[in-house]
């Protein structure tokens, strides 16, 4: 359980910089914001997201057991939700991975704005996911209080 909540707090921790740097990017057009460089925020863009793609997996994992049940899991005890999420934080991951040399050779292109639509979708339906979930983070913090009160 401990593990969870670390990836679960971790995950709120890095869809901060993650949704604002995708905002950034796409608003700033290239152009510095805050008086940093749009490369600042790229970098910052891709560190953060590739950290959030692998805690993803991490609380897969942890939710549901070893990859190679994933499958079974996914197509048997996965709700809509579950579902949509894996397949969108797949898409949003290929397309980074695709779209990261493209922006390193010739800037933005067409697969890095296939990439921006579907991480914003993943990250508004992550963040209902989080918001219909926010009971275990109620509960979560009822019992560190009834560890330290003992």
Known sequence: M?????????????????????????????????????N????????????????????????????MEWKRKFSVQASKASKVLSILIAATSLTGLISIP????????????????IGFLFIIIAISHTFRHRKWFKKSGRRKEKMCNT
Do not use: D
Not at 8 to 21: D, G, R
Not at 102 to 117: A, D, E, N, P, Y
């Open 2 to 38: 401990k593990r969870l909540k670390t990836c679960n707090y971790a995950l709120l921790a890095t869809t901060l910089p993650v949704l604002a740097s995708s905002v950034i990017l796409e608003a700033s057009h290239g152009n510095p914001v805050f008086h940093l460089p749009f």
């Open 40 to 67: 600042f925020w790229a970098c910052l863009h891709i560190i953060a997201a590739t950290i959030m793609s692998g805690l993803v997996i991490w609380h897969l994992k942890l939710n549901w057991g070893k990859v």
């Open 102 to 117: 493209q922006w390193l050779l010739h800037g933005h292109s067409t697969t890095g704005g296939v990439h921006g639509k």
